[in-house]
């Protein structure tokens, strides 16, 4: 007789699959600034809460010099990344931030900011990153508030296989490793990492289910399970699972991006996101009259 015995329960959730690749394709923003833009070149572009990633990469003054003079933004977060370089950032209120190599900027527009970011150099490599995360309803009219975070402030862990990963926002959970980022307890839980993985090595790493995410190699090419995203491309994930890439040919370095999926109506006009057309208009009146800023 075969005893009948309860099997563990395996849970067995695949990783996700490629399910859209979105290329950068060079775009002039600010004063002139030339970037490669993947997420936010069209409104279908876009992976609910994240609308825009802004990839900024010259050793040429002439593509970055102008910068992004005064200019408002309202209803969303960005996330300005950089990589090499040396960025000021003033807003209405008159502070002011230098955004350094490793550093990090994650700005809560919320109901209102008018602000510059200028480059302060005048050679050499800029070389950068900005994301937009859109804000929940109910919390796109609330107080502008900034994180300027300085590259010493941002978890830089090394795997036993030799990727290496910063954790900007969210929680590295792997074996033998753990890390928290800087920024937590935000509506969209949002998850950013840079990692970096040498030749032919891999990364694999749980996503919360339910949650949107996307990859983007920004030196070399990525496999993701099992399919070839190049480089300069939004790779858009789905599935359940959580996330598992390999440096596909040489070393690769990429952005992880996941975050709580808002599925609320996206109205955008510029530096405006709102819900509706109307609250667009709000927006563009208060502008006009000074009170964006309130
Ligand atoms: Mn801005």
């Known amino acids: 007789m075969t005893p009948v015995t309860a099997f ?32 936010g070149q069209t409104p279908g572009a876009r992976v609910d809460p994240f609308l825009m990633l802004d990839h900024l ?9 102008a910068g992004f003079p005064s200019h408002p933004h309202r209803g969303f977060e960005t996330v300005t990344y950089m990589l090499d370089g040396h960025l000021l950032h003033e807003d209405h209120l008159g502070n002011r931030g230098h955004l350094r190599s490793g550093g990090v900027q994650w700005m809560t527009a919320g109901r209102g900011v ?21 804000l929940p309803a109910a919390e796109k009219m609330k107080p502008a508030r900034y994180r300027d975070l300085g590259a010493e402030e941002i978890p830089d862990v090394a795997l036993p296989d030799g990727a290496r990963v910063r954790v900007v926002a969210g929680t590295l959970d792997v074996a033998g490793a753990r890390a928290e980022g800087p920024i937590a307890g935000l509506a969209t839980e949002p998850l950013f990492f840079d990692v970096a993985l040498p030749a032919n090595g891999a ?24 399919v070839a995203l190049p480089t300069h491309a939004a790779g858009v994930l789905e599935g359940d699972g959580g996330i598992a890439v390999r ?46 800023v309130g």
Request: charged share 25%; hydrophobic share 40%.
């Open 203 to 226: 990364f694999d790493h749980p996503l919360a289910a339910g949650h949107s995410a996307f990859v983007y190699p920004y030196e070399g090419a990525l496999d993701v399970a099992g």
């Open 247 to 292: 440096a596909n040919a040489g070393a690769a370095r990429f952005l992880l991006l996941a975050a709580k999926p808002l599925r609320e109506p996206v109205v955008q006009w510029g530096p405006f996101v709102m819900n509706t057309r109307d609250e667009i208009e709000q927006a563009i009146r208060d502008y006009q009259d000074g009170s964006l």
């Open 114 to 134: 008018i602000h510059s970011e200028m480059p302060q150099q005048e050679r050499g490599r800029m070389r950068g990153f900005q994301l937009w995360i859109n």
């Open 8 to 39: 563990p329960e395996i849970n067995v959730t695949r990783p996700r699959s490629l399910a859209r690749v979105i290329r950068a394709v060079p775009a002039s923003d600010g004063a002139g600034v030339r970037l490669l833009r993947s997420l």
């Open 57 to 65: 990469s010259s050793e040429n003054p002439d593509d970055y010099v």
